[in-house]
Nanobody
Framework: QVQLVESGGGLVQAGGSVRLSCAAS????????MGWFRQAPGKEREFAAA????????YYTDSVKGRFTISRDNAKNTVYLQMNSLKPEDTAVYYC????????????????WGQGTQVTVSS
């Protein structure tokens, strides 16, 4: 398993942007597909975005398509989530997850999780 540490969350106004980062430990980062999930207060954790091991394929939930971009830098063992045009309904704790296999959008398919970073969007 890899250890994951998220950063970059905070308070932002609606319409603003935030970039989340997730740094992974170890030397096999490129063998892991990566995902971002989020959990709003009182709601279930939901899939936001995922990226394949090479970075060549990306996946998004419908509510963030066109606004969020997931990317990765395998040389830096880091995955990013660029979030633009933020809405109050994007307020949640955002979690980074790693899967030592092909990409999936199912949370149960991920092996390692970060501690989460809070993103709050004010109206």
């Amino acid at each position: 398993q890899v250890q994951l540490v998220e950063s970059g969350g905070g308070l932002v106004q609606a319409g603003g942007s935030v970039r989340l980062s997730c740094a992974a430990s170890g030397r096999t980062f490129s063998m892991y597909s990566m995902g971002w999930f989020r959990q709003a207060p009182g709601k279930e954790r939901e899939f936001a975005a995922a990226i394949s091991r090479s970075g060549g394929s990306t996946y998004y939930t419908d509510s963030v398509k066109g606004r969020f971009t997931i990317s990765r830098d395998n040389a830096k063992n880091t995955v990013y989530l660029q979030m633009n045009s933020l809405k109050p309904e994007d307020t949640a704790v955002y979690y980074c997850a790693a899967r030592r296999s092909g990409v999936t959008t199912n949370a149960e398919g991920f092996d390692s999780w970060g501690q989460g970073t809070q993103v709050t969007v004010s109206s």
